[in-house]
Structures are given as C-alpha cells and as structure tokens.
C-alpha cells in the first residue's frame, strides 16, 4: 500500500472512531446484538428492510471501521471484546465496575460514620486511605469503561 493510502485509511478510522452511533446505523448495531451466529449482507437487508443491500454494506462497513463487529468467513459478526466489561439489564449498560464502587463507597462510608474512633489513630488513617484509593481506582475504571463502550 502506498503511504498516501495508508494516511487516508487511518484518517478514516480515526474519524470513524469520532462519531456516534444514530439512525439506521444503530438499528443495524441492535440487529447484530440479536443475533446469535454470523450473518450476512443480504440477510440484514432482508430482516430490517433495507432498500438494499448496498446499503446495508454501507452501515456493516461503518460498524467495522468502530471495532463493533468483524468478519468471518460466514459473515459478519458482533465483537463481544467490546462488551466484555458491561453488562446489559434491560435497556441499560451497566459496567462490572460498578460493583466494585459500591462495594468500596459502602466500605468507605461505613468507615467514616459507623467505625471512627474517638481519637484518631494511624490505623483508622490507613483504612481510610486504603478505602478511598480503591473507591476512586473503581470509580475512575468504571467511568473509563462506560466513556470506551
């Protein structure tokens, strides 16, 4: 490939990267999240509707260059790397984090209400410290998983 071939193809990722998912483009994602196995161009024209199947080929080929699926030799299918760290209840994503920052902001909380001590010692500090550092580390991966997905 040629370096001018290779500028616009990363430039196009990087663009593709910068933009949201709307429109019949997202009702595709939604399909590919349905189904089970690989699917092909002309199978997701046919179940959603589409004027065609090159346009279908057109929103597949936008959900490649986001990392959202990938190809196969039967067709095309959802990268579940991608939605490793959530999980879905209902109609919202929940990342796994989650639970480690409830567990730690509880932990916290309990620390600072239920368990101080009429003097402070280096001991309560230490708790203190151990908790918060794991409460933020928690809260910022969950943050950071939910701004990736």
């Known amino acids: 490939m040629s370096a001018k071939a290779d500028e616009d193809e990363s430039r196009s990722a990087s663009s593709a990267s910068d933009t949201y998912l709307r429109g019949t483009t997202y009702v595709v994602y939604r399909y590919f999240l349905k189904q089970k196995g690989p699917v092909g161009v002309s199978q997701v024209q046919k179940d959603l509707g589409l004027s065609s199947p ?7 080929r936008k959900l490649l260059q986001l990392g959202l699926i990938r190809e196969e ?31 730690f902001g509880v932990s916290l909380l309990f620390l600072l209400l239920a368990l101080r001590p009429i003097t402070a010692n280096a001991v309560y500090f230490f708790a203190l410290m151990i908790s918060g550092t ?16």
């Open 54 to 60: 090159s346009v279908s080929l057109y929103h597949i």
């Open 73 to 103: 030799q039967a067709g095309y299918v959802l990268d579940r790397g991608v939605l490793a760290y959530i999980v879905r209840v209902r109609r919202v994503s929940i990342p796994i984090q989650t639970g480690y920052v409830v567990f």
């Open 134 to 149: 794991a409460f933020g580390t928690s809260l910022y991966e969950a943050i950071k998983t939910v701004r990736h997905s």
